[in-house]
DNA sequence: ATATTTATGTTGACGGCGTCAATTTTACTG
DNA sequence: CAGTAAAATTGACGCCGTCAACATAAATAT
């Protein structure tokens, strides 16, 4: 009957697959990136070192799939973000959501890492290529309730938006900016230029 | 005489730590980060794999040195670009810094990632530090010449040029842009509206 | 000049990594 | 109840970074 999760364990694991995406997670929550390693999922999931071969090719698709999950986990935390902003309007929802970007990528910033950085390895399945793809059509869409969906360089300045976020996210997570302005009060303030700079370019 | 580079050898190698720092530049450029390994660049070097224990306690301090060769030679860069800008108003330079931080990231992907990923290693040699610290430096007094120096919120101004290009860079090379949006036209519409937005914040 | 000390390199080993091939165990299916 | 296919184990391979022991050559001291 029960196929994957269930507490039946119908093939020799059960839920492999689950267990050693889970595992990887929370690697990269206890030590980071560094400590991420194919053999130490494949023990915290309880298996030998070769079982993950089953259901990951390589070790880059197992990060491909977990960078998925960050992907989608991230997307709903903006979501939210945007909901509760204090205000409803099409700017207060895209403020809301660049402080979102900015604290999920420090709060979780091995996974964020494993979203973006391709260490090389262009393994990137169908899942992850649409977890990324849909984070960035709503990131788009912000911007375009922004300046007006009509606007022809509406992606063009959603990558303005893109960049300074995760510019932000980035320089925090490797510790390049200098004490003090990596905090919410500095990154507020730059996103407050944020419409004015979204509205003002490109019409020209 | 003649002590480090001419012809003679003095030592046995004569000048095994440059021509590990220079190996390590050439993998970068050839063959990304990935390729990057302490028993390549020993390789190249023409010397056996634990040899460069006696110049780089580990892989960590080497790559830190390249990172900050790295650092400098941005500056240098930047500083040229500056030099040259079109408009020679602090704006103008501004701007042109903006553009030329972004080449240089793109036209040196990998060089670029050791400059700013920590990998974990906090293992910053003194001269990383302080390549990095000078770079850093440049980029707030140009800041400040747009803005004023006397600004309280300098730094953070700073911050936000700093995400925008580091945001636009890192993107670019993790390919995670859209086709299209890394382009000098659409980075330069961005660095367009810098200015206003360093002006406009933080006067409140 | 010779001896000693120090700096530099080599050799070989260690454990950990990702991957693979061969094999065994378990579950599904006709 | 077969027979097949999926899932997992074992053991090996070649890499990697690091270390300890040894060898060599240069600098220094006597």
Redo the contacts between chains.
């Keep these: 009957m029960d196929r994957a999760p269930p507490n039946k364990k119908p093939y020799h694991h059960g839920g492999l697959r689950e267990a050693l995406v889970q595992a990887g997670i929370d690697i990269l929550t206890e030590g ?3 400590s991420f390693t194919l053999r130490e999922c494949a023990r915290r999931a309880g298996v030998s070192h070769a079982a993950p071969k089953n259901h990951f090719p390589t070790v880059e698709h197992l990060k491909a799939e977990i960078g998925a999950r960050g992907f989608e986990q991230m997307q709903r935390e903006l979501a939210a973000a945007a909901d509760a902003a204090p205000s409803p309007s099409a700017e207060g929802r895209l403020l809301a959501m660049g402080a979102a970007y900015v604290r999920f990528a420090t709060a979780n910033p091995a996974a964020y890492q494993m979203m ?7 393994e990137r399945t169908p899942h992850y290529s649409a977890a ?1 793809e849909a984070a ?1 059509t709503q990131l788009e869409e912000a911007v375009a309730a922004v300046i007006g969906a009509e606007r022809p ?1 509406v ?2 300045r959603a ?2 938006a ?7 996210a ?2 925090i997570i ?5 004490p ?3 905090t919410d009060a ?1 990154i507020a ?2 996103l ?2 944020l419409p ?2 979204l509205r ?3 019409t020209a």
């Design positions: 980071g990136l560094s973006f950085r391709d260490q090389d390895s262009f990324a960035w360089d992606e063009a990558a303005h893109f960049a300074l976020v995760h510019g932000f980035s320089l490797d510790g390049r900016l200098p003090g302005l990596g500095v303030q730059s407050a230029s004015a700079a003002g370019l490109g």
